[in-house]
């Protein structure tokens, strides 16, 4: 058993023990309120270059299932082929688990994927620290390899080009067809959409999909600054020239409303929960939703032919968009959420409903 040491960029230190892959790493540290779903979080591609600090105190109890298909060829278990984050932090580990779908420990599955962890830290405290002071970048440092301030900070990076698919993938056979602009996409939203009898083409964040016959426009979820995507902008902008329906989600809000004239700008740590609550503006509805996202929309930068769709209850951030003549709208929040709430699952729905 290693000793390890979590350094911030703030100069403060949390020591704790090495599990997983024993090695250093460097990353953005960011945290999780989910009290479920590690195996979903760890492979959400829109964690790409982030340290994970998950609050709840026992992770690992339940394991790893194994790594089935399904018809389709994407995972049963998993919301990509593999683990995005850069490390994972943790109060207690449980290197004894019992669950009737495990296969694995959660240590072990980290190690096979050269994912760094520790455990020991004060997960509270250290929550504490990044809602005080922001997501900061910072270290999982192993005892016999030491690593030092500066390191790079991922959001300077095109994350979405590192996670988002190299060519074209075609889903299902329906009569409808989808364009799926993939920015990181979460494998339950290709089952969301393939369930609902749609032919989805999952297309890469930079390819010119505007010459492409299509019914509907998909722009996925992903991670890092919104700002890197000026190519999948600017196709937007050229592919809502036409009325076809639009819909986004997560990042596909940010990259909607930057297509549409509006900014984004970098939340102090973020959203990343099972338990957002996001209303629906100019009505009482309420939904509870699954986050993960650095960026949001600034509502006043949005143009006379837009509104805010949804407005977070906690800290009044713009939840979603929609335009307010053509079929284009998006959401912050994730409707397809695995694991996590389904409360707004039925805008995949009104979605198609429009094709």
Not at 100 to 111: E, P, R
Not at 152 to 176: F, H, L, M, R, T
Not at 201 to 227: A, C, H, K, Q
Not at 270 to 285: E, F, I, K, L, T
Request: charged letters at 20%.
């Amino acid at each position: 058993m290693k000793k390890a040491v979590l350094k911030l960029s703030n100069g403060v230190c949390l020591s704790g023990y090495s599990f997983g892959y024993p090695h250093s790493c460097d990353g953005e540290v960011v945290f999780s309120t989910a009290m479920v779903g590690y195996p979903e979080s760890l492979t959400d591609p829109s964690y790409s270059g982030q340290i994970l600090c998950v609050t709840y105190p026992i992770i690992g109890n339940y394991g790893v299932p194994d790594e089935a298909v399904d018809e389709m060829g994407i995972s049963v278990n998993f919301e990509s082929e593999k683990i995005w984050v850069r490390g994972l932090v943790i109060s207690e580990y449980s290197e004894d688990y019992s669950h009737w779908d495990a296969v694995k420990s959660l240590g072990a599955w980290l190690d096979e994927q050269k994912i760094p962890g520790i455990y020991g830290v004060d997960t509270r405290y250290l929550t504490q620290l990044l809602r005080e002071n922001g997501s900061m970048t910072g270290i999982i440092e192993v005892e016999d390899e030491p690593r030092s301030f500066p390191v790079p900070d991922p959001n300077d990076e095109n994350q979405i080009a590192i996670v988002s698919c190299k060519e074209p993938i075609v889903y299902g056979d329906g009569d409808k067809t989808v364009v799926l602009v993939d920015c990181g996409v979460k494998h339950n939203i290709l089952r969301c959409f393939v369930q609902r009898g749609i032919r989805l083409v999952r297309v890469p964040w930079d390819y010119d999909f505007t010459e492409m016959e299509y019914d509907g426009l998909f722009i996925s979820n992903g991670p890092g600054n919104p700002e890197h995507c000026v190519a999948t902008v600017e196709h937007l902008r050229k592919a809502m020239q036409q009325d076809k329906p639009i819909f986004g989600i997560c990042m596909g809000n940010q990259l909607l409303a930057r297509a549409g004239g509006a900014t984004t700008y970098k939340l102090k740590y973020g959203h990343r929960s099972h338990n957002q609550p996001a209303r629906m503006v100019g009505s009482d509805r309420c939904f509870i939703t699954s986050q993960n996202h650095g960026f949001a929309v600034d509502n006043s930068s949005l143009g006379a032919d837009w509104e805010t769709w949804f407005t977070n209850m906690n800290d009044g951030s713009n939840e979603g968009i929609r335009h307010k003549s053509k079929p284009f709208c998006s959401v912050q929040f994730h409707p397809e959420a695995s694991s996590g709430p389904t409360d707004t699952e039925f805008l995949f729905d009104e979605f198609i409903s429009k094709l």
